[in-house]
């Protein structure tokens, strides 16, 4: 039982040397007698005993590895803590074997010596606002190095950046002061427009006023235009009227009384408003006054016959 189970052990072993599966995800690197001998894609393989082996396994798809944090001095002289992320994938299994001892240490390593070169050419600010380009100069950078490695850098993914608490602190002051900055020019703003509305506003109202008042004088003339119109016509009419009634029978007498009348009933009043009473000087006078009634009521009647023409 004890040579069975030794050579059970035997065959099984034996046949752990020969044959090998490689899982999908994997490529292997066979060496005979030490040296390369070919790769092994995924599938079911056979080794010579004692004389193949498994050198190295490479995984096949792409790989992603933590990049450490590490301090930074930007241009400014202003010290940050940067990590990120690496994205790498072998597409030669040969030269990752072969080409360098650790593809994985190395592309960390150039990664962190890349990043830390690049921000020492950016301000701070720069820094913090410019992730895209720093990291595509750390993929183009670790690329061209990798070249002879059989990897390639996918991309590269800025994770932190972190100021000093002293700068932190810094820039808290700086973006409160900013923001002041921004609520008074806002707040300024706001009073300026407020001011232009107001003005434009009363500059409304003036020029409203002004037409309105235009209109209101311009209304005002033309009625008492009107109105002046209309009585000029009305006083012609009157006196055409008059000058009608004169030239008539008995016109003359009329016109006498009427303005005896009224020389006799503004005498009165006259008499009524002063103290000192007023006498004509003569009667002569008075008789005076009637005859120039007379013979203006006369001239008034023979204006207003109508002349005849020729027979």
Not at 81 to 106: F, T
């Amino acid at each position: 039982m004890t040579f069975i189970t030794l050579f059970a052990l035997l065959i099984i072993f034996v046949l752990s040397k020969t044959a090998i599966i490689v899982p999908a995800r994997t490529i292997c690197v066979k060496e005979r007698l030490g040296k390369f001998a070919g790769i092994m894609n995924p599938g079911f393989h056979i080794l010579v005993p004692f004389i193949d082996r498994v050198a190295y396994r490479h995984e096949a798809r792409e790989q992603v590895f933590d990049v450490p944090a590490q301090s930074c001095i930007s241009r400014d002289n202003i010290q940050i803590e940067v990590d990120g992320l690496v994205y790498i994938k072998v597409l030669d299994p040969v030269k990752a074997s072969y080409g360098i001892e650790n593809y994985r240490v190395a592309s960390i390593n150039l990664a962190q010596t890349t990043m830390r070169s690049e921000v020492g050419k950016l301000l701070l600010h720069e820094s913090l606002s410019e992730r895209e380009k720093l990291n595509n100069t750390v993929v183009s950078e670790i690329d061209k190095a990798s070249a002879s490695w059989g990897i390639k850098v996918l991309r590269y993914e800025i994770m932190n950046i972190i100021p000093s608490a002293q700068v932190i602190h810094t820039l808290e002051k700086q973006m409160e002061a900013e923001r002041e900055r921004r609520a008074e020019v806002t707040k300024a703003t706001a009073e300026k427009e407020a001011l232009i509305n107001t003005s434009e506003g009363e500059k409304q109202e003036a020029i409203n006023l002004s037409e309105g008042e235009k209109n209101k004088r311009i209304n005002e003339a033309q009625g008492k235009a009107e109105q002046i119109s209309i009585l000029a016509d009305a006083t012609a009419f009157s006196i055409k009227r008059v000058a009608e009634a004169i030239s008539k029978p008995g016109g003359n007498r009329a016109v006498k009384m009427r303005i005896l009348e009224q020389f006799i009933t503004e005498s009165g009043k006259i008499l009524d408003c002063v103290d000192v009473q007023i006498v004509p000087m003569g009667l002569a006078n008075i008789k005076g006054v009637f005859e120039g009634i007379g013979a203006l009521s006369g001239s008034l009647n023979y204006n207003s016959r109508p002349t005849k023409g020729p027979q």
